[in-house]
T-cell receptor, first 111, second 116 residues
Framework: EDKVVQSPLSLVVHEGDTVTLNCSYE??????LLWYKQEKKAPTFLFML????IEKKSGRLSSILDKKELFSILNITATQTGDSAIYLC???????????FGKGTTLSVSS | GAGVSQSPSNKVTEKGKDVELRCDPI?????LYWYRQRLGQGLEFLIY????????KSGLPSDRFSAERTGESVSTLTIQRTQQEDSAVYLC??????????????FGEGSRLTVL
């Protein structure tokens, strides 16, 4: 059965801290891994990763994929209160159609 | 439209009633997905439509759940004889992904269903 496990489930940090969110997966016929940020309702896209070892970067956020060890990390440096959200990791299933999501990591950044 | 549109945004119903949730995807997006998100949980895949191909219904939790989509337009998710366990936010997403490729999904704001 395809599955995605994220850790930690929740995290509380202070502004300016750096955080690392983890996503491990088991999926047959891997296609891609995606990260989303969910603040209130609709998740918004952050990154899509398909190749190992190539870092994707957007401002203070970056992510990398390890297809051998079957995991990805999402790093956020110099955190701000606006980074408070649920971060969702998802991978393509065997058919390469729908995405299988993890339960998410709830990040709270205090000022 | 500019984004994925869902309606109603909130629905409160009594146990045993049927409900219909609507999703209007981004124009030109061939793929449409329904997910369910219970409080404090991740997104649970329900069903996937890709163009005129047969939908992937593998995530539907029971035969009380069904969904339709005509061509590449609006989709409706129907829940019959609702149960309290059906209470959740139902999220719709669309993408340009071609068959066999999982690309970026664009999500709607969701329909929050509460079954009393």
């Amino acid at each position: 059965e395809d599955k995605v496990v994220q850790s930690p489930l929740s995290l509380v940090v202070h502004e300016g801290d750096t955080v690392t969110l983890n996503c491990s997966y088991e999926v047959t016929n891997f296609r891609s891994l995606l990260w989303y940020k969910q603040e209130k309702k609709a998740p918004t896209f952050l990154f899509m990763l398909t190749s190992s070892g190539i870092e994707k970067k957007s401002g203070r956020l970056s992510s990398i994929l390890d297809k051998k060890e079957l995991f990805s990390i999402l790093n956020i440096t110099a955190t701000q209160t606006g980074d408070s959200a649920i971060y969702l990791c998802a991978v393509a299933n065997q058919a390469g159609t729908a995405l299988i999501f993890g339960k998410g990591t709830t990040l709270s950044v205090s000022s | 439209g500019a984004g994925v549109s869902q309606s109603p945004s909130n629905k409160v119903t009594e146990k045993g009633k049927d409900v219909e949730l609507r999703c209007d995807p981004i124009s030109g997006h061939t793929a449409l997905y329904w997910y369910r998100q219970r409080l404090g949980q991740g997104l649970e895949f329900l069903i996937y439509f890709q163009g005129n191909s047969a939908p992937d219904k593998s995530g539907l939790p029971s035969d009380r759940f069904s969904a339709e989509r005509t061509g590449e337009s609006v989709s409706t998710l129907t829940i019959q004889r609702t149960q309290q366990e059906d209470s959740a936010v139902y999220l719709c997403a669309s993408s340009l992904a071609s068959p066999g490729t999982a690309g970026e999904l664009f999500f709607g704001e969701g329909s929050r269903l509460t079954v009393l």
